[in-house]
């Protein structure tokens, strides 16, 4: 760069390092009658030449390094290091995902489809003349879709009360949801209370014949004893096993219970969520966007 614009860089690197951002200094130096694109000034912030360094290749380094050239550095080394941590700062948090809030006026945004081109819709609040705040989802891709929210917010209202389930469907409902809870329980391999049952009864007998077999001096008082105690300690460790298939069963039939008062309970489940869940209620019925 010529000398006569050492002075013009040297206070862009100062500006942006007193927290100017890009734009108010572009703004600046335009009005100036000096325009600058926003990809010059990338490399004017990022260019070496400016602490005195240039380019050298060689056979062994294709991609180059910078060595100390013979112009005279305009930048001191601290400040260009400066410059190069919040130029990498400000590229990150570019990069860092946003984070959409979800508002209570528009909890179906991005959850819509234009009917138009296809796009997510967004939404947006305005005022109206008599200073009322009405709420709408729009498209700002085509710009050819735009409904009151609340509308929007009815027809789903209208749709999720047009959902009934007849008594037949729930039974159905019901024996499927039981016949799978049933699956999940065979392939843990739980063993049935009655087969359970049916084990310790055979230790009882066990205990009783040992008993008789002590009275009638089959065996001795140490023999009988020893498997008294085998046996009960094989009752005592079938006894949890037996509780937990009852409280599993328990369990099972209040999953049951409370995924048919769901089903049948859309609207009412749906008017009683906070908006986080409440989209989850359509998105899940309509495949997961919804077509306006």
Excluded: W
């Excluded at 080394?77 to 700062?89: G, H, N, V, Y």
């Excluded at 001096?217 to 020893?226: F, P, V």
Aim: overall charge positive.
């Amino acid at each position: 760069m010529p000398d006569e614009k050492a002075e013009l860089v040297k206070k862009i690197f100062s500006d942006f390092s007193k927290g100017k951002t890009q734009v108010e200094i572009r703004l600046e130096y335009k009005k100036l009658g000096f325009p600058i694109s926003k990809s010059q000034f990338s490399r004017i912030l990022s260019n070496p030449a400016y602490i005195g360094k240039v380019l050298a290749r060689d056979k062994k380094n294709e991609k180059g390094y910078y060595i100390n050239g013979i112009h005279k550095p305009i930048i001191s080394l601290p400040l260009f290091e400066k410059i190069q941590l919040l130029l990498d700062a400000n590229k990150k948090k570019r990069n860092m995902p946003k984070v959409q809030t979800i508002k209570e006026e528009l909890y179906l945004r991005s959850h819509l489809f234009c009917p138009n081109c296809g796009n997510n819709l967004t939404g947006s609040g305005s005022k109206s003349r008599s200073g009322l705040k009405h709420y709408y989802y729009h498209c700002n891709h085509c710009a050819k879709a735009r409904f009151r929210a609340d509308g929007a917010h009815e027809r789903i209202l209208a749709i999720l009360n047009e959902i009934r389930f007849s008594r037949n469907s729930t039974e159905l409902c019901n024996l499927m949801v039981k016949k799978i809870l049933q699956d999940n329980t065979t392939k843990k391999k739980r063993r049935s209370e009655e087969t359970i049952s049916q084990e310790i009864l055979i230790y009882q007998n066990r205990i009783t014949n040992l008993q008789d077999d002590y009275a009638d001096r089959k065996i001795s008082l140490e023999d009988c004893q020893t498997s008294i105690d085998r046996y009960r300690q094989k009752i005592q460790a079938l006894q949890p096993e037996t509780r937990e298939n009852k409280t599993t069963q328990s369990r099972y039939s209040e999953f049951l219970k409370s995924g048919i008062n769901l089903i049948t309970n859309l609207k009412r489940f749906y008017l009683l969520a906070n908006v986080t869940s409440r989209i989850r209620i359509p998105g899940s019925i309509f495949s997961e966007k919804l077509i306006f």
